[in-house]
C-alpha cells in the first residue's frame, strides 16, 4: 500500500492542496500541479524550504536535473508549505505578442533622428582638444552647506596636520 501525502502549494496568494503518493517524483508533482493550475509547464518553478538551514531551493519539475528526483529528496513533506512561481500559456502569449509589435526602445528614434541628420549635413571636424602647452588658470574650493572654510591655513602648515586635527580645525573644535 502507497502512502499519499498532503502538500501545500502558495501560488499568486492561493493555498494549493496536492494530494500525491509519496513515492512521487517531483516531475509528477509538477504534472498535478499543472493539471490544477493551468500553468505552462515550463514556466513553473517551486521553491522549497530546506530542513537543515533557512535557505530555500528552486526547483523546475520538469527539468532533466530535478524531475527525476523523489519528493523526499527534494524536502518537499507533508506539513510544510512551497511556494509555485509559473504563467498561463495567455500570459506568456501576450508578453511575445507585445514584444513583437515593437522591437525598438523608446528614446532610440530621436537618436537615430539626429544620427541622420549629421550625415545629411556631411562630415563635420570632431572637436579637438587644445594644442599646446596650458596654463591652469584658477583653482576655487567647493563650498558645501555645514562646513566651513579654512583658507586662513597656508598649505605647508596642512601637511603637517593631520586628518583628525584638520577637521577639528576647520570645524572650529567642533566634531
Same mark, same amino acid.
Given at each position: 500500500?502507497? *502512502?499519499?501525502?498532503? +502538500?501545500? +502549494? @502558495?501560488?499568486?496568494?492561493?493555498? @494549493?492542496?496536492?494530494?500525491? $503518493? =509519496?513515492?512521487?517524483?517531483?516531475?509528477?508533482?509538477?504534472? &498535478?500541479? #499543472? %493539471?490544477?493550475?493551468? +500553468?505552462?509547464?515550463d514556466?513553473?518553478?517551486?521553491?522549497?524550504?530546506?530542513?537543515?538551514?533557512?535557505?530555500? %531551493?528552486?526547483? =523546475?519539475?520538469? =527539468?532533466?536535473?530535478?524531475?527525476?528526483?523523489?519528493?523526499? &529528496?527534494? *524536502?518537499?513533506?507533508?506539513? %510544510?508549505? @512551497?511556494?509555485?512561481?509559473?504563467?498561463?500559456?495567455?500570459?506568456?502569449? &501576450? +508578453?511575445? #505578442?507585445?514584444?513583437?509589435?515593437? !522591437? %525598438?526602445i523608446?528614446?532610440?528614434?530621436?537618436?537615430?533622428?539626429?544620427?541622420? #541628420?549629421?550625415? /545629411? $549635413?556631411?562630415?563635420?571636424?570632431? !572637436?579637438?582638444?587644445?594644442?599646446?602647452? /596650458?596654463?591652469?588658470?584658477?583653482?576655487?574650493?567647493?563650498?558645501?552647506?555645514?562646513?566651513?572654510?579654512?583658507?586662513?591655513i597656508g598649505? *605647508?602648515?596642512?601637511?603637517?596636520?593631520?586628518?583628525? #586635527?584638520? =577637521?577639528?580645525?576647520?570645524?572650529?573644535?567642533?566634531?
Open positions: 500500500m502507497k *502512502s499519499v501525502q498532503n +502538500v501545500e +502549494v @502558495i501560488w499568486r496568494g492561493n493555498k @494549493i492542496s496536492v494530494e500525491i $503518493d =509519496s513515492g512521487s517524483t517531483l516531475k509528477e508533482l509538477g504534472h &498535478e500541479l #499543472q %493539471r490544477l493550475t493551468n +500553468v505552462k509547464a514556466t513553473m518553478r517551486l521553491i522549497v524550504p530546506q530542513l537543515l538551514d533557512k535557505t530555500s %531551493r528552486l526547483l =523546475s519539475p520538469f =527539468s532533466d536535473e530535478h524531475g527525476r528526483l523523489n519528493l523526499r &529528496e527534494t *524536502s518537499i513533506l507533508e506539513g %510544510r508549505s @512551497i511556494r509555485m512561481m509559473g504563467a498561463f500559456e495567455t500570459e506568456v502569449d &501576450e +508578453v511575445l #505578442q507585445n514584444s513583437k509589435a515593437n !522591437l %525598438r523608446a528614446g532610440f528614434d530621436e537618436e537615430e533622428k539626429r544620427l541622420r #541628420q549629421r550625415m /545629411y $549635413d556631411g562630415p563635420h571636424n570632431s !572637436l579637438k582638444l587644445p594644442q599646446g602647452p /596650458y596654463t591652469f588658470s584658477g583653482f576655487r574650493t567647493l563650498t558645501l552647506p555645514g562646513i566651513e572654510e579654512c583658507s586662513n598649505l *605647508s602648515k596642512r601637511r603637517e596636520i593631520n586628518q583628525f #586635527q584638520w =577637521s577639528k580645525t576647520c570645524s572650529g573644535g567642533k566634531k
